[in-house]
């Protein structure tokens, strides 16, 4: 596989999704957020790990946003950003806004609304340790989980003094797949034990498998203020032998997650993966796989 056919699987991935966190998504939690982003226009934000721009778009669908936003994503891989402006502009032509390419950004205009996006190819970290302190609401969606908290959250926070922040889909510990198969237990725990010995290119951690509760005691720990939290669950499962929108795509690829995360793990019996992934990708293909990953939300203000 070429590396434009990895990342357009990737965007693929991002936008098949979508209808799945849609659901997840702890609406009690972002109406928390939102009752407490600053009355003064514009509303900066900053959103880390933006992927294609499908979380701007569901803050707009949503009514999260007020009518004047300058909003800047980051994200690490380049390759998305044309994926990113694809959606983008296909979201504007459906939703009635006028999308316009600038040199400073991208524009999305409605008769009521008005949101100057700057989108930026970086590490998170890196950006977030110079970039200058000004913005308002920080969000970060299905991407905390992917780093360090303790030396990423501090670089994070200090970008909204006084802010608000939205962390959204943050796993948890708990995959489960329905009906059950032979080795569930040992190709989960190994699963799990990856994500907790994930290492940067430069072999510093780089996430954990309990993001979601882990957040709950550092946050507070680093001066900020919880206001809400709450479940966020992926729950995907067939209705009359098949699966709504692309998901039955976004479970195939969480699948690929699973198993090149344990091709070759010394102490996982390959010949057990093997089985194991191939019933689960037929139990796809049948409609006949449920599954469920248990995230959290969380919604506060910084210090």
Same mark, same amino acid.
């Given at each position: 596989?070429?590396?434009n056919e990895?990342?357009?699987?990737l965007a693929?991935?991002?936008?098949?999704?979508?209808?799945?966190?849609?659901?997840?998504?702890?609406?009690? $939690? &972002?109406?928390?957020?939102?009752?407490?982003?600053?009355?003064?226009?514009?509303?900066?934000? @900053?959103?880390?790990?933006?992927? @294609?721009?499908?979380?701007?778009?569901?803050? !707009?669908?949503?009514?999260? &946003?007020?009518?004047?936003?300058?909003?800047?994503?980051?994200?690490?891989?380049?390759?998305?950003?044309?994926?990113?402006?694809?959606?983008?502009?296909?979201?504007?032509?459906?939703?009635?806004?006028? +999308?316009?390419v600038e040199?400073?950004?991208?524009?999305?205009?409605?008769?009521?609304? #008005? $949101?100057? @996006?700057?989108?930026?190819?970086? %590490?998170?970290?890196?950006?977030?340790?110079?970039?200058?302190?000004?913005?308002? !609401?920080?969000?970060?969606?299905?991407? !905390?989980?992917?780093?360090?908290?303790?030396?990423?959250?501090?670089?994070?926070?200090?970008?909204?003094?006084?802010?608000? /922040?939205? +962390?959204?889909?943050?796993? %948890?510990?708990?995959?489960? +797949?329905?009906?059950?198969?032979?080795? %569930?237990?040992?190709? !989960?725990?190994?699963?799990?034990?990856?994500?907790?010995?994930?290492?940067?290119?430069?072999?510093?951690?780089?996430?954990?498998?309990?993001?979601?509760?882990? &957040?709950? #005691?550092?946050?507070?720990?680093?001066?900020?203020?919880?206001?809400?939290?709450?479940? #966020?669950?992926?729950? $995907? /499962?067939?209705?009359?032998?098949?699966?709504?929108?692309?998901?039955?795509?976004?479970?195939?690829?969480? &699948?690929?997650?699973?198993?090149? #995360?344990?091709?070759?793990?010394?102490?996982? %019996?390959?010949?057990?993966?093997?089985?194991?992934?191939?019933?689960?990708?037929?139990?796809?293909?049948?409609?006949?796989?449920?599954? @469920?990953?248990?995230?959290?939300?969380?919604?506060?203000?910084?210090?």
């Amino acid at each position: 596989m070429t590396p434009n056919e990895t990342w357009n699987d990737l965007a693929r991935y991002l936008a098949a999704k979508k209808t799945v966190d849609d659901r997840a998504l702890n609406r009690l $939690v &972002l109406e928390t957020a939102r009752r407490n982003l600053p009355s003064a226009p514009p509303l900066r934000v @900053i959103e880390l790990g933006a992927g @294609i721009g499908t979380m701007l778009t569901r803050l !707009l669908e949503w009514g999260f &946003l007020p009518a004047e936003v300058e909003y800047t994503a980051v994200d690490a891989a380049p390759a998305l950003a044309a994926h990113a402006v694809a959606h983008l502009r296909e979201w504007a032509r459906s939703h009635n806004y006028a +999308f316009s390419v600038e040199e400073s950004g991208y524009t999305l205009q409605s008769a009521e609304q #008005s $949101v100057k @996006i700057r989108w930026q190819t970086a %590490d998170a970290v890196e950006f977030a340790a110079r970039a200058a302190p000004v913005y308002h !609401l920080l969000v970060a969606h299905a991407f !905390l989980d992917l780093v360090h908290l303790p030396t990423a959250l501090p670089t994070f926070l200090r970008l909204i003094p006084n802010g608000v /922040f939205l +962390f959204t889909l943050n796993f %948890d510990g708990v995959t489960v +797949f329905e009906p059950p198969a032979e080795g %569930d237990d040992v190709v !989960l725990a190994h699963y799990h034990r990856t994500m907790d010995e994930r290492l940067t290119e430069g072999g510093a951690p780089a996430g954990e498998s309990k993001t979601g509760r882990r &957040l709950l #005691s550092l946050l507070p720990s680093l001066g900020a203020r919880i206001l809400a939290a709450g479940s #966020s669950d992926w729950v $995907v /499962f067939p209705q009359n032998g098949a699966y709504p929108h692309a998901e039955a795509e976004f479970l195939q690829t969480i &699948l690929n997650f699973v198993e090149g #995360s344990l091709r070759g793990r010394e102490g996982l %019996d390959a010949s057990l993966l093997k089985r194991w992934m191939a019933r689960r990708r037929a139990q796809v293909e049948a409609g006949e796989l449920i599954y @469920i990953a248990h995230q959290l939300d969380v919604a506060g203000l910084a210090r």
